[in-house]
């Protein structure tokens, strides 16, 4: 007597490959974060702004490893969640004074923006597809294959962080040489040194009709701008520099135009 088998359900494949293509969107996002934050974030005046990079980098090695193991609706809405988050702080930071005091502009910083931009709408699109009922969220993979999986993300993860930290700490370390101890005594008088999302000293000393140099030694562009409006700088990318010649005492107040928890001041004495 033959035995009839049940169709494969419609969609079963393609779900799972869209589920499984949802996972390395996210998780590749959530690097991204983890990268920015090992690069410079975790240097902002703000630490909330730090903070918030990490807990996205865990949310979506978490939510990633999820996708790839479960098929559950309440997991694919936690990834498209996690992709809307991300998308709606890239959004406020671009406007008003941004999020924690971090203002960009554009695709900055590049090309992580980009990347990450990309990973995110990725996965949301991907992930609602899974909604279709002829698609659906394929199916759940055995045990034998989940673990290695999650263990392969969760691996990636560590290793990307401990690679990142590795590679911030020697990139600053001759910056850190060549400024003394803590990075805050410049080169020659009249210059300022910007890294670590800060400005280096942050008080300086000059005379009337003497020129300050701003020089980016941060991985991500910087600007220059007088609270009084004397001077601005256009965005100053990493390795460039900016000038500007003071022509009349007085104490003048900047900051950073794109990170406005920044600041500094230049005296002018006659």
């Known amino acids: 007597m033959s035995r009839t088998h049940s169709p494969t359900p419609t ?4 779900g799972t490959a869209l589920r499984c293509l949802a996972a390395v969107a996210v998780f590749t996002g959530g690097l991204v974060h983890l990268q920015l934050y090992l690069h410079g974030y975790r240097s902002l005046p703000d630490a909330d702004l730090g903070r918030s990079f990490v807990l996205n980098a865990v949310a979506s090695t978490v939510v990633a490893v999820a996708l790839i ?16 988050g991300t998308l709606g702080a890239f959004a406020m930071s671009r406007v008003g004074d941004g999020v924690f005091g971090l203002r960009e502009h554009g695709l900055q910083p ?9 990973a995110e709408v990725a996965a949301l699109l991907l992930l609602a597809l899974t909604f279709i009922p002829t698609i659906g969220a394929g199916e759940r993979p055995s045990a034998r294959l989940v673990l290695p999986a999650a263990a392969a993300v969760v691996l990636v993860a560590v290793a990307a962080g401990t690679w990142w930290d590795h590679t911030a700490s020697a990139a600053a370390s001759p910056a850190d ?15 300022v040194e910007v890294k670590d999302f800060a400005f280096h000293p ?3 000393t000059v005379h009337v009709g003497d020129t300050v140099t701003w020089t980016n030694h941060d991985q991500f562009s910087h600007s220059v701008v007088d609270k009084a409006g ?11 520099t900016f000038q500007h010649t003071f022509d009349a005492a007085g104490t003048y107040t900047y900051f950073c135009g794109i990170h406005p928890s920044m600041t500094a001041t230049v005296v002018v004495t006659g």
Do not use: C, E, K, N
């Open 69 to 84: 193991a479960r098929t559950d609706t309440a997991v694919r809405l936690a990834g498209m969640a996690v992709s809307v």
């Open 11 to 14: 969609g079963t494949t393609a």
């Open 177 to 191: 040489a060549s400024t003394g101890a803590g990075g805050d005594t410049p080169s020659a008088p009249g210059s």
């Open 230 to 240: 004397t001077f601005r700088s256009d965005p100053i990318t990493p390795g460039h």
């Open 110 to 118: 590049s090309p992580q923006a980009a990347i990450a931009l990309v």
């Open 202 to 204: 942050a008080h300086v």
